[in-house]
């Protein structure tokens, strides 16, 4: 079973501080993907990475893949309020014939005005 | 363009009961994958089909079923209806079988087992 682990588990930032989420797991993924969710709603997807190393920006997020595919990072720079909000990391199988998606329990953040 | 669309948005139903959930993809893909939600937990992998086969299935019970029509859209029913099945119940739609690039989910149905 592959499990991916997320911390931290809640977060409460004052507005224009940094942060950083992580995202752990002992498996190896074809892709590791960040979405976020507000209450009510389903997960919106922000990024997708796939190359061990890589690093992509979506304006103020910052995503890396670690070098082994095993492990990725989100950092915020100077939050904002409508950041706030449920963060899911979620793995793609490396394996063949497998299609699900494995999903972190989320980080909790809550940006403070 | 329209997104994923779930109905219903809520649902309250007795313990025993039946329930049939309801999704459309985005058009043109032609996978939908079914997610459980409960609350404070991510999203637990349930099923997907893929051009109306079923593709993979998750560690839920039996009584969780679900089919996919020529149209691509999708049911996902559950039996016996127990309390532990409350849920934020996710529909996600792709192009392709494999998740590599990600889904794009609907708002999900919010259902209550009393």
């Known amino acids: 079973t592959q499990l991916l682990e997320q911390s931290p588990q809640f977060l409460s930032i004052q507005e224009g501080e940094n942060l950083t989420v992580y995202c752990n797991s002992s498996s190896v993924f074809s892709s590791l993907q960040w979405y976020r969710q507000e209450p009510g709603e389903g997960p919106v997807l922000l990024v997708t990475?796939?190359?061990?190393?890589e690093v992509k920006k979506l304006k103020r997020l910052t995503f890396q893949f670690g070098d082994a595919r095993k492990d990725s990072s989100l950092h915020i720079t100077a939050a904002q309020t409508g950041d706030t909000g449920l963060y899911l990391c979620?793995?793609?199988?490396?394996?063949?014939?497998?299609?699900?998606?494995?999903f972190g329990k989320g980080t909790k953040l809550s940006v403070i005005p | 363009d329209a997104g994923v669309t779930q109905s219903p948005t809520h649902l309250i139903k007795t313990r025993g009961q039946h329930v049939t959930l309801r999704c459309s993809p985005i058009s043109g893909h032609k996978s939908v994958s079914w997610y459980q939600q409960v609350l404070g937990q991510g999203p637990q992998f349930i099923f997907q089909y893929y051009e109306k086969e079923e593709r993979g299935r998750g560690n839920f019970p039996d009584r969780f079923s679900a089919r996919q029509f020529p149209n691509y859209s999708s049911e996902l029913n559950v039996n016996a209806l127990l309390l532990g099945d409350s849920a934020l119940y996710l529909c996600?739609?792709?192009?392709?079988?494999?998740?590599?690039?990600?889904?794009?989910f609907g708002s999900g149905t919010r259902l209550t087992v009393v």
């Open positions: 979620a793995g793609a199988p490396q394996m063949a014939g497998s299609y699900q998606l494995t």
């Open positions: 996600a739609s792709s192009p392709e079988a494999k998740p590599n690039y990600g889904y794009t």
């Open positions: 990475v796939v190359t061990g190393g």
